[in-house]
Structure formats: C-alpha cells, structure tokens
C-alpha cells in the first residue's frame, strides 16, 4: 500500500466538525478497515477536536486547529495540532464508563478507536497522535 498523506487547517468553530468528519471518512475509505472501525475511528477524532475547541481554546471560535492524516505501510497516522492551553497528561483520564453523567466519554471513545493515544506538550499547545495498525 502506498503512503498517502492528507493535512487540513480549520478554525475552532464546531461548525467546522462535519467538514473534518468527512475528510477523515474519505481518507479512511483508502484502506482495508471495517465500516465499524472506520466510523469508531471519526468519532474518535471528533471528539479529540470537540476537546480541543472545549479545552484548549476555551470554546474560541477562532484559533487553529491543523489535522495530518498519514497512510503507511501498517498503519494510519492522526495528528491533530492545536496552539492552546495545555493539560498535564496525567489530567487526561476518562472518567468510568459506567458513570452516568454527560462528559468525560471521549478520552475512552478516543483509547477505543486507536490503538496508541500520545499527547506530545509543544512549546506552544499540544500534538495528538492517534494511531491505527492495519491488520
């Protein structure tokens, strides 16, 4: 398989969301996941932005958010890039899965879809790289 690679820019506003969903759905038709792991695989990216956009820009409409799709020979690479206020790691938990409360599900939507989650601290905001291994 030959790697391919796609990088969007958008700002922080959550209309923006249906946008990014579907360049990440087009990109992800390109390789040999399941409708499930696919769909999984949007979410998951929906969700980091959506944290991105609640979090680190403090619901800014205006700040920007950069996105790398990265097709290799084994797997997909995500990188979301964001210029915000950063989260020590060690803050990142999801809550319980069994909590019923609204908030807190993405970090384990995001851990389900991927199969490495690695928050890198910039000098300026936070690097996420999400990665997928092909079968």
Request: hydrophobic share 35%.
């Amino acid at each position: 398989m030959k790697k391919t690679k796609k990088k969007i820019e958008f700002s922080s506003h959550s209309g923006n969301l249906a946008l990014m969903r579907n360049c990440v759905r087009r990109f992800l038709e390109n390789f040999p996941f399941s409708e499930r792991q696919r769909a999984l695989m949007v979410l998951g990216v929906d969700e980091a932005c959506t944290n991105i956009i609640r979090h680190a820009y403090q619901l800014r409409e205006d700040q920007p958010i950069s996105l790398c799709l990265e097709g290799k020979s084994d797997a997909v690479c995500v990188r979301l890039r964001d210029y915000g206020k950063k989260a020590p790691p060690e803050t990142m938990q999801s809550r319980p899965a069994d909590l019923i409360k609204p908030g807190g599900l993405g970090l384990h939507f995001i851990r389900h879809a991927f199969d490495q989650v690695d928050y890198i601290l910039r000098r300026r905001g936070t690097e996420l790289v999400l990665t997928k291994n092909l079968e």
